[in-house]
């Protein structure tokens, strides 16, 4: 993996956390370029971590240049842009380079007919905490790529975290559980922040109550291998204060929440996919 040579088109907030990652896993940034559409940005990443960086703004060519020799190609640009992206890299790529994309929405399909017929394309979901090295990212092969571009894939997102090979069909779905997942978990901390101050804690007592929690309870599912109903049973003493907090969230019907949460992100990743 270190001695590839990688080209990332758009450095944003997702493909930055994977250029850090690479890096801080031993790829040299000498053998990473990046584009980005402005200069300011693509002098940022050049100054900070000695990539390549070409921009649109100082070279409409950006792109072209970021991919010459690279044997991935991962493309973290919007989901609107990125068949613009391949159409103007398709005829620049190395023979048997390997297409990665991060977008939401846009299938395998659709980025194979844009590319050269021999091409390997890859589809990849991963979420925000890949900025600190852990991600969950679902990886899915597209018709022509083969294990070996499988197992190349997986070695690039295992620099930002873990992840899980799936059959293209069920990639929305995982986007609906590890894609938002961490807004969902930010959520209830809001929630349950709010009930700390409700409780007279003030905003700073709150917030360490409440992330602490969240830390030592995902520490503790993590470390115990036991499931967490089990781990809830242990703090819930019967007739106790946990089995009055928990019996009012229950009769709230959170299971029932959750299924129609995620129903309704499945809903519009769908639209997405047909371009609504
Ligand atoms: N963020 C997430 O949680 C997440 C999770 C999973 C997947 N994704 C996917 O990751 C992709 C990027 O999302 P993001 O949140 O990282 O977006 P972002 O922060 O807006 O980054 C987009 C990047 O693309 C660059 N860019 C725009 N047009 C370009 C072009 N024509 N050629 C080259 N670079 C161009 C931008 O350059 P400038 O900075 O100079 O404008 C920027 O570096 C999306 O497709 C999204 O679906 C994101």
């Known amino acids: 993996m270190n001695n590839l040579r990688i080209a990332i088109l758009g450095s944003g907030s997702m493909g930055t956390a994977i250029l ?5 896993k031993g790829t040299p940034a000498d053998h990473i370029a990046v584009s980005t559409k402005s200069a300011a940005a693509g002098n940022a990443l050049n100054n900070r971590l000695g990539v390549h960086a070409y921009s649109q703004e100082l070279d409409s060519d950006a792109n072209i240049l970021a ?4 044997d991935v190609v991962l493309v973290a640009v919007k989901p609107a842009y990125v068949l613009e992206v391949l159409g103007e890299v398709a005829t620049s790529l190395k023979p048997g380079a390997l297409v990665i994309s991060v977008a939401a929405g846009i299938t395998t399909q659709a980025m194979e007919q844009t590319l050269p017929a021999a091409t390997a394309v890859i589809r990849a979901m991963p979420n925000t905490p890949a900025i600190v090295g852990r991600a969950m990212t679902g990886i899915s092969a597209g ?3 083969e294990a070996g571009h499988l197992e190349l894939a997986t070695q690039l997102f295992a620099a930002v975290g873990k992840t899980m090979i799936l059959d293209e069909p069920r990639i929305d779905a995982l986007s609906t559980i590890s894609g938002s997942g961490p807004a969902y978990v930010f959520f209830l ?5 709010k009930a700390a101050e409700h409780q007279g804690f003030t905003p700073a007592e709150a917030t360490e109550l409440v992330n602490e929690t969240f830390r030592g309870a995902i520490d503790l599912l993590l470390a115990s291998h036991k499931s967490p109903s089990e781990l809830r049973r242990q703090v819930t003493s019967p007739n106790g204060t946990t089995m ?3 019996a ?8 029932q929440v959750f299924a ?7 809903r519009r990743a769908r639209e997405i996919a047909a371009g609504k």
């Open 20 to 24: 850090d990652g690479l890096i801080a």
């Open 67 to 70: 991919v010459d020799q690279a």
């Open 143 to 145: 018709s022509r790529a």
């Open 189 to 193: 901390i809001e929630q349950f922040t």
């Open 244 to 246: 009055q907090a928990i």
């Open 248 to 255: 009012r969230m229950e009769q709230a019907q959170f299971d």
């Open 260 to 266: 129609e949460a995620t129903d309704a992100a499945l």
